[in-house]
């Protein structure tokens, strides 16, 4: 799902320099240091190239305000600094819940691009899973849980957890760097547009 999700392991796809580039982002677009080390981020080595990625932040807001903004899949690119694009596919079974999304990142000066066919599985208003049907990695799965803080029930608790493995060779240094900075600058735009609701 995006996933909030960051976009740097996947498919190698220069586009013109024209296109929107959602990586270098401007100065507007980028949270102070100190709110983007507020949050979380843990990245463990389960298999040569294959990570699991943890990132929790504190929200404003309580539960069913969150999930709200998060289940509005269609409306994520709009404020999430990665993802291109989203939006809802026809499910083959009655009730199910698919959503391609396409993510965009900036490495070694040429822009990549990921896409993910995702199926969602939502338990209201705790968590959200997702599991990858179809796309760019050979992995591509986790959570997004949703925890009202214990001394003020109006805050939320947000951890999201992806496991991945991408398909294409890239050196595993650089994905966690990007991950870590990705899901940082991703989660503080989920927070900030929470807030704001």
Not at 155 to 183: A, D, F, W
Request: glycine letters at 4%; proline letters at 6%; hydrophobic letters at 35%.
């Amino acid at each position: 799902m995006i996933s909030t999700h960051n976009t740097e392991t996947v498919t190698q796809q220069y586009n013109a320099a024209s296109e929107k580039d959602t990586s270098d982002l401007n100065e507007q677009d980028m949270a102070p240091e100190p709110e983007l080390e507020a949050i979380q981020v843990v990245v463990e080595k389960i298999a040569e190239r294959r990570r699991q990625i943890t990132a929790k932040v504190e929200i404003s807001r309580p539960p069913e305000i969150v999930w709200k903004v998060l289940t509005n899949y269609e409306a994520l690119p709009e404020f999430v600094p990665s993802l291109h694009s989203s939006k809802r596919l026809e499910h083959p079974q009655p009730g199910g819940i698919r959503v391609e999304q396409i993510g965009r990142e900036r490495l070694l000066k040429l822009n990549f691009n990921a896409r993910v066919v995702l199926d969602l599985f939502e338990s209201f208003p705790k968590e959200i899973s997702f599991q990858m049907v179809e796309g760019d990695f050979k992995e591509y799965s986790g959570s997004w849980l949703l925890q009202p803080c214990d001394n003020d029930q109006s805050t939320t608790n947000l951890c999201y957890t992806l496991t991945v493995h991408p398909k294409r060779l890239m050196p595993v240094s650089l994905i966690e760097q990007r991950l870590g900075k990705g899901l940082r600058i991703n989660l503080h735009a989920i927070k900030k547009h929470v807030e704001s609701e």
